[in-house]
């Protein structure tokens, strides 16, 4: 399996400049990057709150790879297909959003976006056994979400019991929170297939000087690769 896997990274566009996100995105594609990740707080499931659908659909505008559209809302199913009129390709709810989230799955797939769902840290892997074959992504959290630029909680040993329990179904395993080339390693290595970061892809650069995003989109692909080989 390792070497015939490649690494997606998805930069968070949290970390992005607010007033700038069309230009911000173009660059981080430009850049490198497979997958723009968009991350949708309420201030009641988490303490923040971001973007709405209409700030969702403004980004569509400009991204050209895929819109991986985070939400960490509750409820959550009156949202859904305002967000896949927004545009977004993958729509990923928290497993503790809600009660039922086997009808949320089954909505977001039903609205036309492949559907993720989310483990906080304190969530077993266990929680999503029989959520798989409803499921194209499983996004674990290495930080407590509601915020950019946490430390970083090491959840490997959920990223492995994950791996295995999948097997050959066709489902990806994202990491979110912490990600950058010290910690990439130890995640790849364990099965994770898509990576995003924030702080450590806007990291020392702007839409003027747009090449550090790419020398950081590099350097944590090649340190999650390095560990596959």
Not at 45 to 73: C, E, L, Y
Request: hydrophobic share 50%.
């Amino acid at each position: 399996m390792g070497q015939n896997r490649r690494i997606k990274i998805a930069p968070s566009i949290l970390s992005a400049d607010f007033a700038d996100f069309g230009r911000e995105i173009q660059a981080i594609e430009a850049e490198g990057a497979d997958w723009v990740h968009v991350d949708v707080m309420d201030g009641h499931f988490v303490p923040n709150i971001t973007f709405g659908p209409p700030a969702v659909a403004a980004f569509r505008r400009h991204v050209k790879t895929v819109m991986d559209v985070h939400i960490m809302i509750s409820p959550v199913d009156s949202y859904i297909d305002a967000f896949a009129k927004a545009g977004a390709d993958i729509l990923t709810a928290h497993v503790e959003a809600g009660p039922h989230i086997h009808r949320t799955l089954q909505a977001i797939r039903a609205a036309g976006m492949k559907a993720g769902v989310a483990l906080n840290p304190g969530t077993p892997a266990e929680a999503v056994a029989h959520l798989l074959d409803l499921t194209d992504l499983v996004c674990v959290m290495t930080v407590n979400p509601g915020f950019g630029g946490q430390k970083f909680i090491d959840m490997t040993g959920k990223v492995r019991a994950l791996r295995q329990m999948i097997g050959d179904r066709p489902v990806l395993i994202e990491i979110d929170g912490g990600v950058d080339p010290v910690t990439a390693p130890g995640l790849a290595a364990a099965g994770a297939d898509v990576l995003v970061a924030g702080s450590a892809v806007f990291r020392g650069g702007s839409v003027e000087n747009p090449s550090p995003y790419g020398a950081n989109i590099r350097a944590i692909r090649a340190a999650a690769e390095a560990a596959l080989a």
